[in-house]
């Protein structure tokens, strides 16, 4: 299994970046693809994640109402779209793949390579 994200960079606060995943090497009809985030000294933090199977979507908090995730199952693709971002978003962006929806980290066994997402204020 392959992750490719891509789509990160700069951008001023209250801009907008949406970022890409595409998988592939194997069926996902029962997989969901998530997002995490890390900044230097912290662990990776849960941001979104999407049930490849039904569509449901699951955020964090912290970017409720400003981040959207979704899919394009045919593609085996997922999107997020960041909006309103802060500098406090500022952060490695990582996608991942597993076949529980979770916001453990340790629960995605395949990893995109990050892409990194500053927010200017």
């Known amino acids: 299994v392959q992750l490719q994200a891509s789509g990160g960079g700069l951008v001023q606060a209250g801009g907008s970046l949406r970022l890409s995943c595409a998988a592939s090497?194997?069926?996902?009809?029962?997989?969901?693809m998530g997002w995490f985030r890390q900044t230097p000294g912290k662990e990776r933090e849960f941001v979104a994640a999407?049930?490849?199977?039904?569509?449901?979507?699951y955020y964090a908090d912290s970017v409720k109402g400003r981040f959207f995730i979704s899919g394009d199952f045919a593609e085996n693709t997922a999107y997020l779209q960041m909006n309103s971002l802060k500098a406090e978003d500022t952060a490695v962006y990582y996608c991942a793949l597993g076949e529980v929806v979770t916001t453990r980290s340790d629960e995605y066994p395949y990893w995109g390579q990050g892409t990194q997402v500053t927010v200017s204020s």
């Open positions: 999407i049930r490849w199977n039904d569509g449901n979507e």
């Open positions: 090497g194997r069926t996902f009809n029962s997989d969901n």
